[in-house]
């Protein structure tokens, strides 16, 4: 996949792992840092 924005390859996230977040007590948590498990190395998780 590639950034909106810039056009860039994007990265798997360094906090998640590339799964866009985990399973906790209360059901999925989303990963804070990313969208969906993907970063723009520019754009952060603002990519789409």
Request: hydrophobic share 15%.
């Amino acid at each position: 996949m590639k950034c909106n924005k810039c056009y860039r390859p994007l990265h798997d996230c360094q906090s998640c792992n590339g799964k866009g977040g985990s399973g906790g007590a209360f059901g999925r948590v989303n990963c804070s840092r990313c969208d969906g498990g993907q970063v723009c190395p520019t754009h952060g998780k603002h990519w789409k």
